[in-house]
């Protein structure tokens, strides 16, 4: 009777770790997330500034 016990509890420690791991894996995939879209927004802001950057270089060029 001891082994089939055994046996459950191991299982049942098994999944408690895995569900532990996914959990971490969730959290770990949603600061990804996070930062892939805050870089995306940082990009997008200096590509903005790079076009007012050309087009004032240009008015200016063109001014001389």
Request: no cysteine; aromatic share 10%; glycine share 6%.
């Amino acid at each position: 009777m001891f082994w089939p016990m055994f046996a459950v509890a191991v299982g049942f420690l098994g999944l408690v770790v895995l569900g532990v791991l996914a959990v971490r894996v969730f959290v770990e995939a949603q600061r990804l997330g996070w930062q892939v879209s805050e870089s995306a927004r940082r990009i997008s802001r200096a590509a903005e500034d790079l076009e007012r950057a050309a087009v004032s270089t240009a008015r200016t060029v063109d001014s001389l």
